[in-house]
């Protein structure tokens, strides 16, 4: 073969290269990379696919009556975090670096990175008010100004309404959940009951796995977007509703694992190799 071929082969294979290295770029399958950077398995890839805001309301809502829980006070803020987490694990923000005056995760502030768009409607909302806001504000902050739970007039206009009910309906569109009118006596109700029960008993076999059958003792060598799911759903008063089905014994082991997870400092635990600092932050906003 001459020397000539073998060049015009080299040029074609890297030119095929570059087109494929494009395709990669913030276009379609943005989200299919970051999978693969996060350490997802490609087997999954045919699957249907969920943000961690609705794994999280999956997780809460009760099959047949589709609603969540009217004594869980703790889901609003939880789906807040999950935005910031997702928005972290795609590339789009993250934490300032960490310096003596600002080393504690509270202390850091989110910093804007990328404004590509998400494809996911709520993702790039917060991201717009992530991207406009000056001075800079920590997770904490954000959580509150995203859930409307501030008290400055001038920054009412960053909370994310309706966050349950755009979730629900995003998933109404997956074939996930389905749309019903319920009556209370007084009035009446929109429900969003489970029809894919497949895809929900995964996402709980998923969590049940991560304390039983697939325990790591460390969380950095834990997969980055099941070990946010674990903290979120805790954070967000629904990870109890993975172990409810299991026996005695396997329930004990699991709450007794998930207690030694998230009993741990934050602080110390993004520090250390792999560490993910955007869920750690998150999590140690909800356990100040």
Known sequence: MSTLTHRTRRAEAAAAAARDAERWRDGPEDEERQRLEDGEDPGDAKELRLTLMEEVLLLGIKDREGYT?????????????????????????QLEPATMRRKSLLNRKVLFKSDAPTGDVLLDEALKHIKATEPTETVQSWIELLTGETWNPLKLNYQIRNVRERLAKSLVEKGVLTTEKQNFLLFDMTTHPVTNDTLKQRLIK??????????????????KRLLALVLLAHSSDVLENAFVPLLDEQYDLATSRSRELLELNPDVECAKSNGSEMIWAVMAAFTK
């Open 69 to 93: 829980s009217f004594w869980n006070d703790c889901i609003s803020a939880g789906l807040r975090g999950c935005i910031l987490v997702e928005l972290a694990l795609r590339g789009r923000i």
């Open 206 to 223: 998923k969590l049940q796995d991560a304390f039983l059958d697939r325990w790591v003792k460390e969380p950095q060598r834990m997969d």
